[in-house]
């Protein structure tokens, strides 16, 4: 049990364009979904704190005009890196959890490059 | 704020042996849960153990186990009879009781040696 999904695993942009990354909760209800950043041999940095219904929660120094989040569901949230460049290819992991109890279910992760 | 530490960048174990990775942390917070996640090169996050800090007991998952220490703000994994599919980035993690977000170890980078 508590599957997570993320999609897609890995996607090839051209500078300025937007994308956007899925995360889902496959078999439990999420209130809480997290968004991560990982640089190579790097810890994860979290990015923003997502509650289903409400809006997004961010870290100091992440830009909430560049890195829009979605929680629409209980089993559904969204980033979106908008007019993307170069400097923000990284690795991209979403978490989800059911309640504060319980501990959090990572996705497989996206490898984001930006040409 | 609570921070994490993992002193140890990078770590060698003998297949069949035994290996410790350590951790830090520091926290106010007089309740709270720790947790051990690896990162193997597939980049997928896998839980390998949690800790709630009310609990005395060391916890243990198979051949994984904990050495809790709350006075010394220490928890540390013990790996044991390591196998070659235990060679991952290990991530130290802690977060508070209620609504806590994760906060990571700088990780250890754990091989395996046939």
Redesign the interface.
């Known amino acids: 049990g508590a599957v997570v999904s993320q999609h897609p695993s890995w996607v090839i942009c051209k500078s300025g364009t937007s994308v956007k990354i899925e995360c889902r909760s496959l078999d439990f209800q999420a209130t809480?979904m997290?968004w991560y950043r990982?640089f190579p041999?790097?810890?994860?940095m979290?990015m923003a704190?997502s509650n289903e219904g409400s809006k997004a929660t961010y870290e100091q120094g992440v830009e909430k005009d560049k890195f829009l989040i979605n929680h629409a569901s209980l089993t559904l949230s969204t980033l979106t890196v908008t007019s993307a460049h170069p400097e923000d290819s990284s690795?991209y992991?979403c978490?989800a959890r059911k309640d504060?109890?319980q501990?959090?279910?990572?996705g497989?992760?996206t490898r984001l490059s930006i040409l | 704020a609570q921070t994490v530490t993992q002193s140890q960048p990078e770590m060698s174990v003998q297949e069949a042996e035994t290996v410790t990775l350590s951790c830090t942390y520091d926290t106010s917070e007089s309740d709270y849960y720790l947790f051990w996640y690896k990162q193997p090169p597939s980049r997928q996050m896998i839980l390998v153990i949690r800790q709630e800090a009310y609990k005395q007991q060391n916890a243990t998952e198979n051949r994984f186990s904990v050495n809790f220490q709350k006075a010394a703000k220490s928890f540390s994994l013990k790996i044991s009879d390591s196998q070659l599919g235990d060679a991952a980035m290990y991530f130290c993690a802690y977060s508070r009781i209620q609504g806590g977000k994760l906060i990571f170890g700088q990780g250890t980078e754990l091989s395996v040696k046939p």
């Open positions: 809480t997290f990982q041999k790097q810890s994860l979290l704190t690795f992991i978490s504060s109890n501990p959090q279910h990572f497989d992760g």
